[in-house]
């Protein structure tokens, strides 16, 4: 028997478990999910904790109105002015 590894994308994960899901019966013995060890210890930290709370005030922000967002269109424009050569 041999095993595979293969790194998924989060947003792509149930795509990919439901393609294993439906293939032929006693193809795969086995599917295990690991978490990204980095990810998991970065979510221990106080960095973490610092970072999680400062997007969540943010995000408090946007919402309230307080913050106002920008289009794709407007970042674009922003940048391409800041990294014209005179």
Do not use: P
């Not at 293969?6 to 439906?22: A, H, I, R």
Request: no cysteine; hydrophobic share 35%; proline share 0%.
């Amino acid at each position: 028997m041999q095993t595979i590894q293969v790194e998924v994308e989060d947003s792509k994960l149930e795509t990919v478990l439901t393609l294993l899901e439906n293939l032929k019966e006693g193809i795969i013995k086995n599917i295990t999910i690991e978490a990204d060890k980095e990810l998991e210890a970065y979510k221990k930290t106080q960095r973490f904790q610092e970072d999680q709370t400062s997007m969540q005030k943010a995000l408090a922000d946007i919402e309230s109105g307080k913050t106002k967002t920008l289009s794709h269109e407007e970042v674009w424009d922003i940048i391409e002015q800041h990294t014209r050569v005179s």
